[in-house]
């Protein structure tokens, strides 16, 4: 039964060691996934060391994509592995940064909350964090509250995270908190044999810091056999059958399946007391990854394709076309800068079934966009506009279709003849940079008897997730409409445009939205869009 106050609730500390980029928030989600089937709800908390209020005025190379939630909160791209594992709605709060902490410490100090004492890093700021945690398990009558600390034990940004961590167990009880350590187990090619030093040396700096886990995740590429895992409880003091292997897999989604068969759900009941196990329709849409019969590819062009966390959502959400659909999608990023004509983008485009050009800011790269665009339009090959990616094409078709030589977003061209996307009228004055776009879930009237009507299951609305500045330019509508593009979703006031296409009878699938609908993408239920895409790309 679900717990009923905070003295039942259960806690699970997740943190890593050695590097980072092991994967502590798919291991998270994936252990939350396990505990779901119970019908338990489980609440994660990403704790980030980082500065930054949030990451929204990060570069997506630097530090991966920036998600955004339906409360309009930008967060780290873990909050995606939540979601499409925990099939929860995350909060904004539920992202803790130091330039959160520090803020509101700040706030609190200056209001005389602290008035007579000293501020000081511990108690003060480990018990304000505490505290966040407390308050979010009861807000949503959590079950289950998992805690992610962001980077590795060792990095000073994280300290006073594992402190407060450190502290939960006296607050809780040993029998309502697990701690789990993810660490990687390397094989040297000269040798070829799993080393456990580097995972002794990462608990050694986590007992240092008085945790003691309860779990050890060891990342590689073998299963951990049974000699290194006796090593590893030896030197770091935990059962032998709570060193798990943490395996290399194709699809993140498999994971869930390994932890279990790795005995995860045995500890969790042994520990806190709670039953965990495999989803029967998970393990459904696992089971037909390995059932793929078909094969398309899909290019993604962008101007952040150096790191394929840059668009983490978009793969994501090709892959759950891939799972329900039974076909295997392969992503191919593609560089747009140096594209200056649609003969350079039928070159780069050979062999490629469909086409997402994603969100973005900045003028580097849209021209090859566009001249992308261009050729999918003219060629009929399936194309996908996201948010810079509808609105190049709506300059596409301004430019070619319509006539308007020079067509452009005002972003990108201040001095356009023909300002076709121009910024949102309530963003002109605005200065700070940082959450201040139009963020989060808004609903858009879908028009009867379209594309998109049909793709959405015929609702007559539709809620997508938002991040941006620029809009189809409301002067425009009415030439654009008359050169045959569909405005088939608007805003319920009718002057923004949120979906667009091109006929059937003129193009298979030309679709571009002024959302991103790959934020709300499920394993179990793809974004309608995408699954559009890929049926498309299918049939071509």
Not at 8 to 23: A, N, P, Q, Y
Not at 331 to 352: H, Q, Y
Not at 452 to 458: M, P, R, T
């Amino acid at each position: 039964m679900p717990v009923k106050n905070k003295t039942d609730r259960k806690f699970i500390v997740v943190t890593g060691g050695v590097l980072s980029g092991l994967g502590k928030g798919v291991a998270a989600a994936s252990i939350g996934n396990l505990i779901t089937k119970a019908g338990l709800k489980v609440i994660p908390i990403k704790c980030d060391g980082y500065l930054n209020v949030d990451p929204g005025t990060m570069n997506p190379v630097e530090h991966g994509e920036v998600f955004v939630l339906d409360d309009g909160g930008e967060v780290d791209m873990d909050f995606g592995h939540y979601e499409r594992f925990l099939n929860v709605t995350c909060k904004f709060k539920w992202n803790l940064t130091m330039g959160k902490v520090y803020e509101s410490i700040r706030k609190k100090e200056r209001r005389g909350d602290y008035l007579g004492k000293t501020v000081q890093l511990i108690p003060h700021v480990s018990d304000l964090i505490k505290e966040w945690f407390f308050e979010i398990g009861k807000e949503e009558n959590a079950d289950v509250v998992m805690i992610e600390v962001g980077g590795t034990v060792g990095d000073i940004e994280n300290e006073l995270y594992i402190e407060a961590c450190r502290q939960l167990k006296r607050n809780v009880g040993e029998e309502n908190i697990l701690y789990i350590h993810l660490t990687y187990i390397p094989i040297p090619g000269h040798v070829g044999e799993q080393k456990s030093k580097p995972t002794q040396q990462s608990v050694a700096l986590l007992r240092e810091r008085g945790i003691e886990p309860d779990v050890i995740i060891g990342r590689c590429s073998e299963y951990l056999d049974e000699k290194i895992k006796k090593k590893i409880s030896t030197f770091c003091g935990v059962d032998e059958k709570a060193v798990i292997t943490g395996i290399d897999v194709d699809s993140v989604y498999k994971l869930p399946l390994s932890f279990s068969k790795e005995g995860i759900n045995d500890i969790i009941k042994k520990e806190l007391g709670i039953e965990s196990g495999v989803k029967p329709e998970w393990k459904k849409l696992v089971d037909n990854l390995s059932k793929l019969d078909k094969e398309v590819t899909v290019a993604i062009c962008g101007k952040y394709t150096e790191l394929d966390d840059s668009y983490a959502s978009i793969v994501e959400a090709l892959k759950h076309c891939s799972a329900n659909l039974k076909v295997k999608v392969n992503v191919k990023m593609v560089e747009t800068t140096d594209i200056n004509s649609p003969a350079d983008a039928k070159k780069l485009l050979k062999g490629i079934s469909g086409v997402i050009v994603p969100g973005g800011f900045g003028s580097r790269g849209t021209e090859g966009k566009i001249k992308v665009i261009q050729y999918c339009r003219e060629s009929n090959i399936p194309f996908l506009g996201i948010c810079l990616g509808l609105q190049l094409a709506v300059a596409e078709f301004a430019r070619n279709v319509c006539g308007l030589k020079g067509a452009n977003s005002t972003e990108l061209d201040s001095k356009t003849k023909h300002p076709v996307v121009d910024i949102l009228p309530e963003q002109k004055n605005i200065k700070d940079k940082g959450g201040t776009m139009r963020l989060g879930a808004y609903p858009a009237l879908i028009k009867p008897n379209t594309l998109i009507w049909e793709l959405y299951g015929k609702q007559k609305e539709v809620s997508e997730r938002h991040r941006h500045r620029y809009e189809v330019n409301p002067e425009y509508h009415d030439i654009l409409l008359k050169n045959g593009l569909i405005f088939s979703g608007m805003s319920p006031d009718r002057k923004l445009v949120e979906f667009f296409e091109l006929p059937k009878n003129k193009h298979k699938y030309f679709v571009g939205t002024q959302a991103h609908p790959e934020l709300k993408s499920r394993f179990e239920k793809p974004a309608p869009l995408f699954y559009g895409l890929v049926k498309a790309c299918l049939e071509k």
